[in-house]
């Protein structure tokens, strides 16, 4: 794990080391993935150097945290895109519904202000730019080859292959597509993102996969 400095944002956030506002900040990334995901980003740069990272489904900016200081650390950017209403299985009745994550005016969910307040503590504002809506529509005008691109969206089987489709082929040459909730076994947990995300990559011959860790995949763009 490389050493925080904590001088990363003019604002002058006082030094809550980010790994520390990670792991207090709501969410599903758990810790060795987190440390995983930040690895690879760290990797993944060093292959395309400055080239953006991209997180489809920021939430409440946990993971967001593991990215942006890889981003910070490698002098790139990551652009991470949420609608913040949250995706079916975090509404209300739902499994992993946190009534803490609602608007109080509209009664829906508004994730955003948790993520603004991750990256203002952990000094990453600068390093990672918060884009709020439709991670296909952010995918139809993106037009740069990024180094990371790592999908934690909505997990529906339309929404999950949808977002393959929008963002594979935005992933360097050298790249790292990122995938999250990966489960072979459906004992374990949904099968969207093993289906829709992880086999059409391996089995498009674009990818080939470069280790695991818990339900995270990582694959090299070839
Ligand atoms: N990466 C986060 C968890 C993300 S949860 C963490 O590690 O904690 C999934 C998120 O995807 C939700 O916040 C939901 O609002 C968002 N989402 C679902 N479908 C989306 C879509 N089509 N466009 C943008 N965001 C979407
Ligand atoms: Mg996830």
């Not at 489809?56 to 946990?62: A, K, M, P, S, V």
């Not at 650390?73 to 790139?76: P, R, T």
């Not at 072979?184 to 969207?192: F, I, L, N, S, Y």
């Not at 059409?200 to 089995?203: D, E, L, S, W, Y």
């Given at each position: 794990m490389?050493?925080v400095?904590h001088t990363?944002d ?6 809550v080391?980010?790994?520390d506002v990670a792991l207090?900040?709501?969410g599903f990334?758990p ?5 995983a995901l930040?690895?690879a980003?760290l990797?993944?740069?060093t292959r395309?150097?400055?080239?953006p990272f991209?997180e ?7 993971s967001?945290?593991?990215?942006g200081?890889?981003?910070w650390?490698?002098?790139?950017v ?7 209403r949250?995706?079916e299985e975090?509404?209300?009745?739902w ?13 829906r ?9 991750a990256?203002?503590?952990?000094g990453l ?9 439709g991670s296909?529509?952010l995918a139809h005008?993106w037009d740069r080859a ?8 909505g ?6 292959g949808a977002?393959f489709?929008a963002?594979?082929g935005h992933?360097a040459?050298?790249?790292?597509l990122?995938i999250?909730d990966?489960f ?9 993102p093993y289906?829709?995300?992880y086999l059409?990559?391996?089995?498009s011959g674009?990818?080939?996969e470069?280790s695991v ?6 694959l090299?763009?070839?």
């Open positions: 490389a050493r400095k990363r003019a604002a002058g956030v006082d030094s080391p980010w790994r207090a900040t709501k990334m810790a060795a993935e987190g440390d930040h690895a980003a990797a993944a740069a395309v150097p400055g080239a991209v489809i489904g920021t939430y409440c900016g946990r967001t945290v593991w990215l200081a890889a981003a650390l490698s002098d790139a990551l652009f991470t895109v949420d609608h913040h949250g995706s975090l509404q209300v009745g499994e992993h519904h946190d009534a803490e994550v609602v608007d109080g005016r509209s009664g969910m508004d994730s955003l202000p948790f993520a603004r307040t990256l203002e503590l952990a504002e600068n390093s990672v730019v918060l884009v709020v809506g296909v529509e005008v990024a180094a990371m691109v790592f999908i934690d969206g997990h529906g089987v339309d929404v999950a977002d489709e963002w594979a992933v040459r050298g790249g790292t990122a999250h990966v072979a076994d459906p004992t374990e947990g949904g099968q969207a289906e829709q995300i059409p990559a391996v089995r674009r990818f080939v470069e860790c818990g339900s995270l995949r990582l090299r763009r070839l």
